[in-house]
């Protein structure tokens, strides 16, 4: 019995003395990925963005000036039926030659120039080029809103 006592002794001694721990070994290799975990709940609905801009239109016309020197074309009632909202408008004129040149009309109203106009009848507007110098041209009215 004393060999069995002593040989407990001589186990427990060894086992329970433990030297310095070595260094840490390479990593190794990476594991496969999980399952992805639960759905989470919904969060809380933002602050409603700001309005947009408004939209804006924009229609070409192009139109025969008559022997009188005159051109009209009449605008859709989404071009405003306002009398003191007028749409943009802007007004040219070409003879159609190659190369196509078109030619502002921009000039003051009155006396001989062409004059560019808007006109506002019956709740509507009327594009207008007045005193063209060449009748048989083109008009081409460019309006926006």
């Excluded at 051109?71 to 004129?93: E, H, M, R, V």
Aim: charged letters at 5%; one cysteine or more.
């Amino acid at each position: 019995m004393k060999r069995l006592v002593g040989f407990a002794l001589i186990v427990a001694t060894i086992t329970g003395c433990k030297g310095a721990d070595g260094a840490t070994g390479p990593a190794g290799p990476a594991g496969a990925a999980g399952a992805a975990g639960a759905q989470g709940a919904p969060g809380v609905a933002g602050l409603p963005g700001p309005a947009g801009a408004q939209g804006t239109t924009r229609l070409n016309f192009t139109v025969a000036v008559a022997a009188n020197g005159s051109a009209s074309q009449p605008l859709p009632a989404a071009a405003g039926t306002d009398p003191n909202k007028p749409p943009f408008l802007a007004c040219y004129l070409t003879d159609g030659t190659l190369p196509v040149v078109w030619l502002s009309i921009a000039g003051p109203h009155g006396g001989t120039n062409a004059t560019c106009q808007l006109s506002f009848s019956g709740g509507l507007w009327t594009a207008q080029i007045l005193k063209s110098p060449v009748p048989g041209w083109t008009a081409a009215f460019v309006v926006v809103f």
